[in-house]
């Protein structure tokens, strides 16, 4: 059985049973705010307007009782047992596509606890993004790490990407 979501400006897609709120948006190449996907970060919460849910396992920290009394919930721990209406705070029906492209690292420098790439990005076609996002690296093993881009959108070819922590990271050139 599937259920239909249907987000604040109406857009609407579906879930079927047992799959998490955000893995149907991203099933269906909906861009939702997320992080961890597993319950721990608290980025993608959002508010249950209406419809019936099953909440599973998530860390306190990331949504407390007082939140979920209030009609709060974790979209990558939230499954819909009916259809259901959410509202998303900062939710953007133009923001941009999830991408996954081919990366070259330039370079890579570590400062302090921050790891410094430059990534050779393909010429076309030109990726586009807003300041103050960021990319998660896939590296091998199915493993991923969150880089801040730390040039402005309007650079082409080159970015410069930043990591705080990095001296754990296994990112290699």
Request: aromatic share 6%; proline share 6%.
């Amino acid at each position: 059985m599937t259920h239909t979501i249907t987000l604040p400006d109406q857009t609407t897609f579906t879930a079927n049973d047992g799959e998490t709120v955000l893995a149907a948006a991203a099933r269906q190449n909906l861009n939702l705010p997320h992080s961890c996907k597993s319950g721990a970060c608290g980025q993608c919460k959002a508010e249950l307007v209406s419809g019936d849910i099953q909440m599973g396992e998530h860390s306190e920290q990331a949504l407390s009782e007082a939140e979920k009394a209030q009609g709060k919930i974790l979209m990558c721990c939230t499954t819909a047992q009916s259809d259901i209406s959410i509202n998303i705070p900062g939710y953007n029906a133009n923001s941009l596509p999830v991408r996954t492209l081919p990366a070259r690292i330039e370079s890579m420098v570590f400062k302090h606890d921050v790891a410094l790439l430059k990534l050779a990005l393909p010429k076309a076609p030109p990726f586009a993004f807003y300041a103050g996002q960021y990319i998660d690296l896939l590296l091998p093993g199915n493993v991923s790490r969150s880089y801040s881009i730390a040039n402005s959108p309007d650079q082409e070819g080159i970015w410069n990407c930043t990591s705080a922590g990095a001296k754990t990271a296994s990112v290699r050139k």
